[in-house]
């Protein structure tokens, strides 16, 4: 059974030039143990469908499911990484962390021993009292992993988690949630990641799927039959990143003059 379906999805936004059309007719799926990339063009909807996906927003048509029930409000099985950290500055890393089990209602007793756990877990033992302030972007992202790792979800959205990074801290962080990802005591059970990178979804990935330039449709969805750790300069890499850019790049246009949407 898929954890995830996406079925015939379309969402467009109204505006003063009319209807805007994001994506049309969006079909894929996320099953136990996948760790699927999404990439296309920027404004094609890859950052909105993780949106649609949590159950952050409605799509305009189709329906998405978690473990065959519809998504109709947020799926507190879920759990998003974001681009820009998405930190409290007036919160601790502790505070932090421990935000999302507040929201779902854990008690202080509970709380505390979950917190130092995933603390521990992704590196930042010692820096529980820090301020994001006083935190390097990789550690600040790491607070953000750690707070998402704490509700334990079945699946880990990544919207571009690695994209405001440096090139060595990304490298590292991919790394360590490919390690997350591959325990089987720890959280996720899948992944979703939507990443501008192409050589990035390669790397991590074991399908890469391919969006269409606005309105956003599947081109394809590529399999990365590569071992891990995978090398960037073999051939056999080199192919699947020139795959899939030849895809991307030879998408249909996008919509002259229209607005964009990530």
């Known amino acids: 059974m898929a954890l995830i379906r996406v079925e015939h999805v379309d969402k467009s936004f109204a505006s003063r030039h009319g209807t805007i059309a994001i994506m049309q007719d969006i079909n894929l799926s996320v099953k136990d143990s996948d760790f699927v990339a999404l990439v296309g063009p920027s404004g094609c909807g890859k950052s909105t469908l993780l949106r649609l996906i949590q159950g952050l927003d409605r799509p305009t048509g189709g329906r998405i499911y978690f473990r065959d029930q519809p998504i109709d409000r947020v799926c507190r099985q879920m759990a998003m990484v974001f681009q820009n950290f998405a930190l409290y500055p007036w919160l601790t890393v502790s505070q932090n962390v421990a935000f999302g089990l507040e929201a779902l209602g854990w008690s202080a007793e509970r709380i505390a021993p979950q917190v130092e756990r995933y603390i521990s877990v992704i590196g930042l033992d010692g820096f529980q009292e820090a301020y994001p302030r006083e935190l390097s972007g990789g550690m600040r992202q790491r607070v953000g992993l750690a707070r998402a790792l704490a509700v334990e979800p079945a699946v880990l959205l990544m919207d571009e988690p690695f994209s405001a990074l440096d090139p060595l801290t990304a490298e590292s962080l991919r790394d360590e949630v490919l390690q997350l990802w591959r325990d089987p005591q720890l959280p996720p059970e899948a992944v979703l990641l939507v990443s501008h990178n192409i050589e990035e979804a390669i790397e991590l990935a074991d399908r890469v799927i ?18 891990r750790p995978r090398d960037r300069k073999s051939s056999a890499f080199y192919d699947l990143t020139d795959r899939v850019y030849s895809l991307i790049t030879q998408g249909g246009p996008a919509s002259e003059g229209a607005p964009r949407a990530g």
């Open 210 to 227: 391919v969006l269409s330039r606005r309105p956003g449709h599947v081109l394809a969805e590529v399999p990365v039959d590569l071992p």
